[in-house]
């Protein structure tokens, strides 16, 4: 199922709260999802907590701002994947805590529970530090990814793809669980 506009902008900010309430985010983080027309949806440079569904930017494929301002400021990523991954509709940024550590430790994350399985057996990591805000560097994440569900950042959080914006969200929290354990 394909939401419109209005229903994903209001999915978008109830998976900010989400994400927020989980600890996932700490007041940095975004989520982004294709819109039917092929523009990206994403959240503004703003803790996810407090996002409202006016304040979220659209935006064309190569970055150019088509509502709203000031998008997140990892957006070259974000399009990067959304550019070389068709099947992905969504992405879930984060910077929950057991993640951070085995990033920064360069340990990926392994399949060890029921739903941490939904992300495929391996999630590797991204080896370079720092936030990802031009082209190269996403598309250099881009090749990190591959075809993987998702990607620890070295020292910068997580990147979680999907095919909807629920399961972004969803998954970003089973990440976070298997990570954990």
Not at 41 to 70: F, S, W, Y
Request: proline share 6%.
């Amino acid at each position: 199922m394909q939401e419109d506009a209005a229903e994903l902008a209001q999915l978008m900010v109830t998976g900010c709260q989400i994400l927020s309430e989980q600890g996932l985010v700490e007041g940095f983080g975004h989520l982004s999802a294709r819109l039917p027309d092929g523009h990206i949806l994403m959240t503004p440079r703003k803790a996810l907590g407090l996002v409202q569904p006016d304040e979220l930017v659209t935006l064309d494929l190569e970055g150019g701002v088509i509502r709203g301002t000031r998008p997140a400021l990892e957006v070259a990523m974000h399009l990067a994947v959304y550019r070389a991954r068709p099947e992905v509709r969504a992405i879930a940024r984060t910077h929950s805590r057991a993640c951070a550590v085995l990033g920064v430790l360069g340990w990926p994350v392994r399949a060890v529970h029921g739903f941490g399985c939904h992300l495929g057996p391996l999630v590797p990591v991204y080896p370079e530090v720092g936030l990802i805000h031009d082209r190269a560097a996403g598309e250099a994440v881009v090749a990190a990814l591959g075809q993987h569900e998702a990607l620890l950042l070295r020292g910068n959080g997580t990147l979680v793809t999907a095919p909807s914006l629920v399961d972004a969200v969803v998954r970003a929290i089973w990440l976070e669980e298997a990570a954990a354990i």
